[in-house]
């Protein structure tokens, strides 16, 4: 999307009086610890691309907006994909780095091995980076099943989104 219609539909939904809220705003309030916004709204980006820093932080902190990012951790250095030193800045500013897998293969093409490290490798060297929990997922390409929820419980996640 050209970086002008993104700002103007980011100025759209001010003018209707929604207010963006992070994750864990979203599952405090679901468990009764905090309330929300009239109007709020999770701004959820996916894969980790390089403009997540380069534009769209500046046009979220310009108008006071948080959003999470879902990033594939074996992508995070290469040509046009986010870094760990601008994750780290991201999330000083109010972004949420979470997990996007290691590689963003679909989780129902991969075996039971195959699941526990895309979930768990992930994880892992995001904390190690961050140098705190991530909690959040977001399943490649969207699809997932009852049996591969469970294992993103297993492999600590907190809630998963697609």
């Not at 601008?86 to 293969?105: F, I, P, Q």
């Not at 991969?110 to 959040?136: F, I, M, P, W």
Request: proline share 4%.
């Amino acid at each position: 999307m050209p970086p002008a219609d993104f700002s103007a539909q980011l100025d759209e939904l001010q003018r209707q009086g929604y207010t963006t809220i992070s994750l864990r705003d979203f599952l405090r309030a679901k468990k009764g610890l905090q309330q929300l916004p009239e109007k709020p709204i999770i701004l959820t980006f996916d894969d980790g691309y390089e403009n997540n820093y380069t534009t769209l932080l500046p046009m979220l902190e310009e108008r006071g907006m948080k959003a999470t990012v879902f990033m594939v951790t074996n992508d995070i250095g290469q040509p046009g994909y986010l870094t760990w030193d601008e994750c780290r800045e991201m999330e000083k500013n109010g972004m949420t780095v979470a997990s996007h897998t290691v590689d963003h293969k679909s989780m129902t093409d991969l075996t039971n091995d195959q699941l526990r490290a895309e979930l768990v490798e992930s994880k892992k060297k995001a904390e190690a980076e961050l140098g705190h929990e991530v909690k959040y997922m977001a399943y490649p390409t969207g699809a997932y099943n009852l049996h591969i929820a469970q294992l993103v419980r297993e492999a600590g996640y907190k809630a998963a989104f697609t």
